[in-house]
């Protein structure tokens, strides 16, 4: 039995036919996407053509459709976040507004863009390109054409036009892409949008995922489409309660699934699965643009050589991985060249350049190692998610690493998980195949649908074969006969295998972290220890961590304010990626501010900061500067007194309060 898959992405179009019976892709078919520019069209937009998309999308289906003409229905997925505006009769009246158009992150007010603003009214997080920030700047500069009815994502604009219906669905994973969804509701949050003055007219319906929408002309059921994250991790992870997706193609992400009840992880997003749980999703938004921009840089050094155009670059790159065995030689690489959704204004960097590791090669490792290491933050915050199983296999997907082995050994030795690469080469499409299936009732749920999904073996000599795949499907939920056993075998990572791969690409070791992390989440929690506890509940979750803390407790007996001293050794305390104790205090400040404004009490700044908006507190017993140890009484102390005066550049104690709600 076989079903057609549809990958609406930003770069790329691409179709696949799924065969169940085999597991595997049987025809694949794929175009280049491309941005409209208008003229005089700012740099911070991202649009592309509606029509263009849906032309591409039909004629890969005839394609397909005369290569199988037995197939028996229509999955799509594609990129996130993006809208576009349709009329009354189901048609475009808009371009699409894509996920890298920039407009939410302009200042609505002197301290605060749009999608800020729209996050803080609505205590959702909504990012810049989410639909809803995008939606919410068109409502203020009178840009939702006059016309529009409703607004969707690209991917269910071409399944209604390609049944003929005039009003868009939507499901649970592209609705939380667009902004504003409660999993509680099952729906948009449509009475906190009007509080925060978005009527919520122009919002579709939602729908359970696999939901029949209507027929083509030639009679072939079309369902709606899933979000390209979590169709990519339907169509890759064969074991998916104890998998980690690692996902590397124009940006990069982590992904697990969790159980519904899980706990948010502050920094990752929290996306509804098909089927039911949780995708708790890591992203970076450079990933293969880092590396894209590398080769760029060496292309252009070539051509100024040269004076002749430069072929394909990635192939020189590779053989510099394999001619430098050092991997980077303390050099680093920060890949936040484009932000990160936290932090727009973040920007990438090189450090540790001496004279001696300067080199093409180190540089090119450094690169990947960056990548990678951005995303291990991630997996961190996941390992101390309580209620998450111990990770046993890591799923990769994305042509950087199908096409990359040293990528693909740094990331088995950084996440320290043994790696397969998902069977299907295009894993979104494989997903959105899979969902139809699951729609049009030839898999029973989504659950099932992972005994139809096959791994490979990720590839590990750069001179292997043209793709770097051994064919392989022996790691499948569905393979009769193999039981946990032979699995876990197969796939077991030993040490000598570690060892080894260490030794052939001189990786940098980081799959642990050096210590144990107490996760701050401001207004919520401190590691296990959470506002709103009772006293027996506390006593019970400070078991879990040998630290010095205080709680004060509200007319309920419930926990209203935590306070934890610096435990030194062996904890970190990190909010979101900064660590609290070892970030110096002037620093710190600089970096929170930005972000919720400080008390400026005049009696007390310089020993405590006040975040109220935040519900965190940070306090010094002394305020000293830099400025401090320049002056000559610093000196005169002896050397055992000066190291011990530095502690008090950096804060001493933190404390979480609850945020008051108007």
């Known amino acids: 039995m076989k079903f057609i898959g549809l990958d609406i992405g930003t770069t790329t179009l691409t179709g696949v036919v799924y065969d169940l019976e085999h597991k595997s892709v049987s025809h694949m078919i794929s175009e280049e996407n491309s941005f409209v520019r208008p003229k005089s069209s700012p740099d911070w937009e991202r649009l592309q053509d509606p029509q263009t998309i849906l032309d591409q999308a039909e004629g890969m ?20 976040h993006g809208i576009v505006y349709t009329d009354r009769e189901g048609k475009h ?108 007219q122009y919002l579709p319906q939602v729908v359970p995922s696999g939901t029949i929408i209507g027929q083509t002309r030639t009679g072939l059921s079309v369902c709606t489409s899933l979000g390209d994250n979590q169709s990519s991790f339907l169509g890759s992870v064969p074991q998916p309660q104890n998998s980690l997706l690692l996902n590397i193609g124009t940006g990069s992400q982590v992904s697990a699934l969790l159980p519904e009840a899980c706990p948010r992880i502050e920094g990752m997003e929290a ?62 690489v920060n890949p936040q060249f484009l932000g990160s959704r936290q932090n727009p204004g973040a920007r990438g960097s090189i450090e540790g350049i001496t004279p001696e590791n300067f080199t093409p090669g180190n540089l090119t490792h450094s690169f990947l190692q960056g990548m990678l290491d951005e995303l291990l933050v991630f997996y961190m915050k996941l390992q101390q998610q309580q209620t998450a199983q111990p990770f046993q296999y890591l799923i990769g997907s994305g042509n950087a690493l199908r096409t990359n082995p040293v990528l693909c050994a740094k990331a088995q030795t950084v996440f320290g998980l043994p790696m397969r690469l998902s069977a299907a ?130 007319g309920e007996g419930k926990a209203s304010f935590i306070e934890i001293a610096n435990p030194d050794a062996p904890w970190t305390c990190l909010y979101r990626e900064t660590d609290l104790f070892r970030t110096k205090a002037a620093k710190l400040v600089e970096i929170l501010d930005q972000q919720s404004a400080y008390e400026r009490n005049p009696e007390e700044v310089g020993c405590t900061y006040r975040f109220p908006r935040l ?13 401090d140890f320049l002056k000559e009484e610093y000196w005169n102390m002896p050397p055992d007194i000066q190291e011990d005066e530095r502690r008090y550049l950096y804060f001493e104690s933190v404390s979480i309060f609850s945020v008051a709600t108007d």
């Open 61 to 80: 289906l005839d394609q397909l459709m005369k290569w199988e003409p037995d197939v028996r229905g229509i999955g799509l997925t594609g990129q996130m």
């Open 93 to 200: 009246v808009s371009p699409l507004y894509t996920w890298q158009d920039g407009r939410g992150n302009l200042a609505l007010e002197p301290t605060c863009s749009y999608a800020e603003w729209l996050s803080e009214q609505t205590g959702y997080e909504v990012a810049s390109g989410y639909g809803l920030a995008t939606h919410f700047y068109n409502l203020r500069h009178h840009l939702v054409p006059p016309e529009a009815a409703s607004l969707c994502t690209i991917a269910d604009y071409v399944a209604m036009r390609l049944c003929g219906v005039n009003k868009p669905l939507i499901d649970a994973t592209q609705a939380a892409g667009i902004g504003c969804y409660s999993f509680a509701l099952n729906n948009f949050d449509k009475e906190t949008l009007a509080g925060a003055g978005l009527q919520p």
């Open 271 to 332: 996306r509804p699965f098909p089927g039911g749980g949780i995708l708790m999703v890591g992203a970076a938004l450079s990933g293969g643009k880092s590396y894209a921009l590398l080769e760029s840089f060496f292309r252009q050094v070539i051509e100024a050589y040269t004076g002749d155009e430069a072929g394909d670059i990635y192939p020189l790159m590779n053989q510099l991985l394999v001619n430098e065995q050092s991997g980077g030689r303390g050099l680093t």
């Open 425 to 554: 080469p295009e894993e979104a499409a494989a997903g959105a195949a899979l969902c139809a299936a699951v729609g049009s009732g030839a898999i029973g749920s989504f659950q099932e649908a992972a005994a139809f999904v096959a791994t490979v073996q990720a590839p590990e000599e750069a001179d292997s074969s043209k793709d770097g795949l051994a064919t392989d499907s022996s790691y499948s939920a569905a393979n009769e006969g193999a039981g946990e056993d032979s699995d876990e075998e197969q796939l077991q990572i030993t040490a000598e295998k570690r060892n080894e791969l260490i030794v052939r690409y001189g990786l940098s070791v980081l799959q642990t972290p050096a210590r144990p992390i107490l996760m701050v989440q401001p207004g919520h929690s401190i590691g296990p220890l959470r506002l709103g506890m009772t006293r027996e509940e506390m006593e019970l979750a400070a078991r879990e961590v040998q630290v010095y803390f205080r709680v004060e407790y509200d």
């Open 615 to 627: 519900g965190l507190t940070l306090w010094r017993s002394i305020n000293l500067t830099e400025e």
